[in-house]
């Protein structure tokens, strides 16, 4: 037995001699003794959401019955007054006959996963739950429910985290506010709620919102604890009552405290929720008959923002009323703005009194989408800056507070309320582990566009061009089964109309542009691909009039596809299953068209399942893949577009699409990337030429999924190599080479993932562990590290660069790397399974033009002398 296992047994005996000489077994008893006060058990989680319905019985052993007073609750207040939490001393105390069931604890925006046993008296209507770690069996959480003698439900719940000690027996608030556990009932006004168990400091973790029905799980003479579909907080239980509703929204109204005094967590609370100095300046925002409601600046406690603090008026000398806090010439702190946006920023508020406390705001701006996939609708967004601050709220249509978010400078700064869909799910309050806390913190600048027009759908994304038309994808960001449309758009890069759409909706994205022929040709499935007549529909790019139209019968399903084009011709590649063949074979064809006219040229037809690559139309053949590596019959064979004959066949080889992660690339406009085929083995990457299949580039690949080129331009790239034995995206041990794309030539090495390269002058800026930075181009030399993460890509533009963030868009100092603004009213997003053309349309630079996507449903485009 080991010495925690003796000291643990130890307390256990100590607490047994207590509990026999001074407990009755009455549940009811009138003693009104407090417990002596106990150190804070350190835990990490609170509220409570069973998993598993199927409790184990681990011994049908009946020690609970209210003659030995083990479930009364002076033995369970003095079993944790003795502080031995653990799973041992609990099982000498109350036995070993508990219900055992796997649970989450919910803390905060987090899970943790518990073993929950379950203690209850079989004559008495009282039961014990512990909450133990499943890590660890450490104690999480425990909770004691009994009736006193009215018959009502009472709740026991030991100090811990947050939780100060109290007399379970004093229900004063409980039986004013007439409270009762289990009741379910709706908040009469939207109000935040906190973790209380998982730090010794309240933790903004929740908001209770009108409307929404939550239960009552636990209460304390100050807190409740409310569960809403499994999502647990602790709520000062006046926030619950009408009584709250009355107290009168003031201010904001400056206060000086005259002598030392404690704030409370509501009018006549016991506990306090924080202590103000004689002298000290605070900010009044409501009033309840001669109480003020507090908003304290100094609320922050390890960055994690608090509530009201309610002190007496004759405590108080009031001042004249505040300047708004993001009012010209006001630079409030991040704190002080913080205590008031935590409290009055719950869902609902006017936007009037959002008004009165911060002013009005600097831009007016667009949300990000808002809606479920196949729909677009974004919110107002009102946006606030100073030199401490970010604070962004969104609007409903009502003018209401949908949802907030407020940064600061510091580590932890970074607080707020997401959007929640009506009925969808319970409002978590986000805290800093899920927010982008390396965000700058930039001043915004309007952008000259010389035109902006909005599509149906929130992301739109660049993806070529053909003449004066640009090929724009508009997506809905929905994947698998929540993927409803997808969109293609051609629109004048002069004026900015939309010539022309076309809607794939479910259906696979298949279509061939001609740049020289300015001509694009659709594959339209007619009742779902290859079960009715299918078309291939061309269309002129510039008007949108339909140039030709061919329908086709496959008289049955097809299992793979491709469509692609070289020069004149375009070629549709599809797989079709050979009918009443018991070995389900299948066969691939090869049609080629006059893309002027439709024309069938020829049809070549192949062993298997294959598809054609997508390419741009200057490369000089179609290539078909066949087979795969993991069936070991991969094969790429080259066909020639005029004739269809084969120009060459490269065999135990795979293709690298735009989809796979080993390799990324800008292959949107011709020129841009080492003009061949890349391709892949089981241990190495290829670049074969186009027009021989000879292979121009080998690169070694240590272990599968060990090494991933990314595509800096036509002359260089970077090949990223794990050298700990694990998979890239799991590997913390990375060497990054930048190769000169003609020769394979190694110029020198940089540690970590470097990607999203860019050429600036004498420099190359990239993504590193993805963090932008700079580097000397001719030997990698460090130059600067802006600090921050670059989702999208890094473009070079009127002299500085610009970044495409989350949802943010920055422009750059390119010599040392400050970020001088934030584009204003720039909403830019990213989806699961992104093909590289989308992930590199957000922003472009095409002949001195700056092209901008978005994920709010517009797309705009932004001369050399558009940017401040």
Same mark, same amino acid.
């Given at each position: 037995m080991n010495g925690k296992t003796i000291g643990a047994l130890a307390a256990a005996l100590i607490w047994l001699a207590a509990a026999t000489s001074s407990c009755t077994g009455d549940s009811n008893s009138a003693e009104k003794g407090k417990p002596a006060p106990v150190p804070k058990a350190t835990s990490t989680a609170s509220g409570l959401a069973i998993e598993s319905a199927k409790p184990t019985a681990i011994s049908v052993e009946t020690t609970l019955t209210s003659a030995n007073g083990k479930l009364s609750l002076e033995a369970v207040e003095a079993f944790f007054s003795a502080g031995a939490l653990s799973q041992e001393a609990a099982k000498i105390a109350f036995g070993t006959a508990y219900e055992s069931e796997a649970a989450s604890l919910y803390s905060g925006s987090d899970w943790t996963q518990a073993e929950a046993w379950t203690y209850a008296d079989p004559m008495l209507p009282t039961s014990l739950k512990f909450f133990w770690s499943a890590e660890d069996e450490h104690h999480l959480y425990s909770v004691f429910y009994y009736r006193?003698?009215?018959?009502?439900?009472?709740? $026991? *719940?030991?100090?811990?985290?947050?939780?100060?000690?109290? @007399?379970?027996? @004093?229900?004063? $608030?409980?039986d004013r506010f007439g409270l009762r556990i289990g009741a379910k009932f709706n908040v009469p006004a939207s109000s935040p709620g906190f973790d209380m168990i998982g730090q010794t400091m309240p933790v903004f973790s929740y908001v209770a919102v009108r409307g929404r029905p939550?239960?009552?799980?636990?209460?304390?003479? #100050?807190?409740? &604890?409310?569960?809403? @579909?499994?999502v647990t907080s602790w709520m000062p239980m006046w926030?619950?009552? +009408? &009584?709250? #509703?009355?107290?009168?929204?003031? /201010?904001?109204? +400056?206060l000086t405290v005259r002598n030392a005094v404690a704030g409370m967590w509501f009018p006549g609370a016991n506990a306090e929720a924080g202590t103000f100095a004689a002298g000290e300046m605070a900010i009044a925002l409501y009033e309840y008959g001669d109480w003020y409601g507090v908003a304290k600046q100094t609320y922050l406690k390890d960055d994690s923002p608090m509530s009201l603090a309610w002190i007496r008026k004759e405590n108080a000398d009031p001042g004249e009323r505040s300047v708004p806090l993001y009012d010209k010439g006001a630079e409030s702190s991040f704190r002080r703005i913080a205590s008031v946006a935590i409290t009055e920023l719950r869902e609902g508020q006017s936007q009037a009194r959002a008004e009165a406390l911060f002013g009005k705001p600097r831009f007016v701006e667009s949300s990000g989408n808002v809606e479920e996939p196949g729909k677009l609708k974004t919110l107002e967004v009102w946006r606030y800056e100073n030199v401490s601050s970010v !604070?962004?709220?969104?609007? #409903? @249509? &009502?003018?209401?507070?949908? +949802?907030?978010?407020?940064?600061?400078?510091?580590?932890?700064?970074?607080?707020? *309320?997401?959007?929640?869909h009506p009925d969808d799910q319970p409002t978590r309050a986000q805290t800093r582990w899920e927010t982008q806390s390396d965000r700058p913190l930039a001043p915004s600048a309007l952008q000259r566009f010389e035109w902006r027009v909005r599509t149906e759908l929130p992301f739109n994304f660049l993806v070529g061009k053909a003449g004066d038309t640009l090929i724009v994808a508009g997506e809905d960001g929905g994947f698998s089964g929540m993927h409803e449309t997808s969109h293609l758009y051609g629109i004048d890069r002069r004026s900015g109309k939309r010539l022309w759409s076309h809607d794939f909706g479910h259906d696979i994205h298949l279509y061939a542009v001609s740049e020289k022929e300015r001509t694009i040709v659709f594959y339209e499935p007619g009742g779902g691909s290859g079960t009715g007549t299918d078309? !291939?529909?061309?269309?002129?790019?510039?008007?949108?009039?339909?140039? =030709?139209?061919? &329908?086709?019968? $496959?008289? /049955?399903?097809?299992?793979?596809?491709? $469509?692609? *084009?070289s020069g004149n011709v375009a070629a549709f590649s599809y797989t079709v299953q050979n009918s009443g063949e018991k070995d389900e074979s299948k066969t691939t064809y090869v049609d080629a068209r006059d893309i002027r006219s439709g024309k069938k040229l020829w049809t070549k037809v192949f062993e298997g399942t294959g598809a054609l690559l997508s390419q741009n139309g200057d490369m000089p053949a179609f290539v078909l893949q066949t087979g795969s590596l993991e069936t070991l019959d991969a094969k790429l064979t080259a066909i020639n577009a005029g004739s269809g004959s084969t120009k060459w066949i490269i065999r135990d080889r795979s293709a690298i699409r735009e989809w796979d992660e080993a390799l990324t690339f800008d292959g949107r406009f011709p020129g841009r990337v080492p003009s061949g085929y890349w391709m892949k083995s089981g241990d190495a990457f290829f670049l074969a030429d186009a027009s021989t299949g000879k292979t121009k580039l080998t690169f070694p690949i240590p272990f599968d999924r060990g090494a991933r080129v990314d595509i800096v331009d036509d002359r260089r790239l970077f090949l990223q190599r794990s050298n700990d034995g694990l998979p890239l995206y799991d590997s913390k041990d990375v060497t990054s080479a930048l190769i000169e794309a003609?020769? /394979?030539?190694?110029? =020198? #090495? *940089?540690?970590?993932k470097a990607d999203r390269g860019t050429v600036d002058g004498a420099r190359i800026v990239f993504r590193l562990d993805g963090k932008l930075v700079s580097v000397n181009l001719s030997d990698g030399k460090p130059i600067w590290n802006a600090g921050f993460t670059a989702y999208g890509n890094i473009v070079p533009y009127a002299g500085r660069l610009l970044v495409a963030g989350w949802p943010d868009v920055y422009l750059v100092n390119g010599k040392d790397g400050r970020v001088e603004h934030r584009l204003a009213d720039q909403n830019v997003g990213y989806y699961d399974g992104m093909p590289s053309r989308q992930v590199f349309g957000n922003l472009t630079a095409l002949d001195g033009e700056l092209y901008v996507g978005s994920s709010n449903g517009f797309f705009g485009k932004i001369g050399p002398n558009g940017l401040r």
């Open positions: 006193d003698s009215a018959g009502v439900e009472r709740s $026991f *719940v030991p100090p811990m985290g947050a939780l100060e000690v109290y @007399d379970s027996k @004093d229900h004063s $608030f409980q939550i239960t009552l799980k636990a209460l304390t003479d #100050t807190f409740a &604890e409310v569960d809403d @579909d499994g926030y619950l009552t +009408e &009584e709250w #509703t009355q107290a009168k929204p003031i /201010g904001p109204l +400056e !604070l962004t709220i969104a609007w #409903t @249509d &009502e003018r209401r507070v949908a +949802e907030y978010r407020l940064r600061g400078k510091s580590a932890g700064e970074d607080f707020g *309320v997401d959007y929640r078309r !291939l529909r061309a269309i002129r790019t510039d008007t949108g009039k339909q140039i =030709w139209m061919k &329908e086709q019968a $496959f008289g /049955g399903p097809l299992w793979d596809m491709g $469509f692609t *084009v003609r020769t /394979g030539k190694e110029l =020198w #090495t *940089v540690k970590g």
